[in-house]
């Protein structure tokens, strides 16, 4: 049977993250690596997950998603993104990975180019290679995490269709500023390229920050879709239920694609979703609050062990870098702060085009507190200590 496998799927690896986990078990370390979200959601939360099961909502729903949900999200996204929408502009997707899916099979073709910032999530990356479409990658540089307005120009090229970005951004954590929107906006709207943006993490941004959605900036929503979840908002990732918004008049091709993949997002859980979305500014504002404390926490403990630490504003990851601990390359590192902070985390490379070690190492902070404080009380105590073991 084996040989009957395409020759992509014979040659599939599980990603960085399902390897870093599985070590991270063995040896019953904090896991810091794969960004599971390994938190309790709040109990509104799953209070309103037994209210949509209890109701009998427990079957096949359209393959657009339940009008509740939609008319929750667009309510939502006026509120908070400032984009004023309706719920035919709304497609409920099974997660945020679901509606990228859709994306792909709706607009790619074979030798189509797709435009990317790097370093990248993996996801992304495979859905689109998946239908044979070709990357240009646009690299993000530390500390700031910027890029060359020239390079994302002459990344775009007649054959290219989408830029795809994370908003904020995973695995760096950047939050990309209005000027910096506006930017790509433009050069995508000259070059007639259709925007992809993942804000899956829009409400974990810094304390101060703004969430600038791309579709709120003026003559961009017809020139965006864009992509989020409740699975990060609300600490619930495994219920998978994600949506994309964008012009009506792509949402139903994209509603095709999504039937044909999977049917409808989970039934009960669009019901309660959509409960959740109508629970007002404040509990989003503690959602801020509560990854806010994490970051700062996290960041802090990573210098204290002798990590350099670039900015980090969004989302629920640190890349940190090791250079100054004396480990000789990604792998090397990996496995090291597992020996010796016994840590789980996942090495930079994995988000990066190129083979060169990308000297980093992702953290995600989005674990329970005693977990985090756990890691982070490691990583101070032994960089306290600045033993031999830990420098070159």
């Not at 037994?50 to 909502?57: E, G, M």
């Not at 945020?96 to 030798?111: N, Q, R, V, Y």
């Not at 495979?126 to 002459?154: C, D, H, K, S, Y």
């Not at 404390?293 to 350099?308: D, E, M, N, P, V």
Request: charged share 20%.
């Amino acid at each position: 049977m084996l040989n009957k496998l395409r020759l992509e799927a014979r040659a599939a690896e599980p990603s960085g993250f399902r390897s870093a986990m599985a070590l991270a078990v063995s040896r019953q370390c904090a896991n810091l690596g794969p960004g599971l979200c390994n938190m309790k959601p709040h109990p509104r939360v799953i209070e309103s997950v037994y209210r949509a099961i209890a109701s009998r909502a427990n079957w096949y729903t359209e393959c657009e998603g339940v009008v509740q949900l939609r008319t929750a999200i667009a309510k939502r996204y006026l509120a908070y993104n400032h984009v004023s929408i309706t719920p035919a502009n709304v497609l409920a997707t099974c997660g945020a990975t679901g509606a990228f899916e859709s994306i792909c099979k709706c607009f790619l073709d074979p030798g189509d180019e797709v435009v990317m910032f790097e370093p990248f999530y993996q996801y992304h990356v495979r859905q689109v290679r998946e239908r044979g479409a070709i990357i240009r990658f646009v690299r993000l540089r530390p500390p700031r995490w910027a890029f060359l307005a020239n390079e994302l120009e002459t990344a775009i090229t007649n054959k290219t269709k989408l830029l795809v970005m994370a908003n904020p951004h995973n695995p760096t954590g950047k939050v990309f500023s209005r000027v910096e929107l506006e930017m790509i906006g433009e050069v995508c709207h000259e070059g007639g390229v259709v925007v992809v943006c993942d804000e899956v993490y829009e409400y974990m941004v810094g304390l101060g920050q703004a969430h600038v959605s791309m579709a709120s900036l003026p003559g961009m929503f017809d020139h965006t879709l864009t992509l989020s979840s409740a699975g990060k908002t609300l600490q619930v990732t495994g219920w998978r239920v994600g949506w994309l918004v964008g012009p009506e008049s792509v949402i139903g091709a994209l509603r095709v694609k999504a039937d044909e993949t999977y049917l409808c997002a989970p039934a009960p859980l669009q019901y309660a979703v959509a409960e959740c979305l109508s629970f007002g500014d404040g509990f989003f504002s503690d959602i801020q609050s509560l990854f806010e404390r994490k970051r700062l926490r996290i960041a802090s403990a990573l210098q204290a062990a002798g990590f350099s630490v670039p900015a980090s504003d969004g989302a629920f990851y640190v890349l940190a870098g090791y250079e100054k601990l004396g480990y000789r390359n990604d792998l090397e590192a990996m496995t090291g702060v597992i020996e010796d902070f016994e840590i789980a985390s996942i090495p930079g490379s994995v988000f990066c085009s190129r083979d060169a070690d990308m000297k980093m190492l992702r953290f995600c902070f989005a674990v329970e507190d005693d977990v985090l404080e756990r890691a982070c009380e490691c990583l101070e105590y032994l960089g306290a200590r600045n033993t031999p073991r830990f420098v070159s």
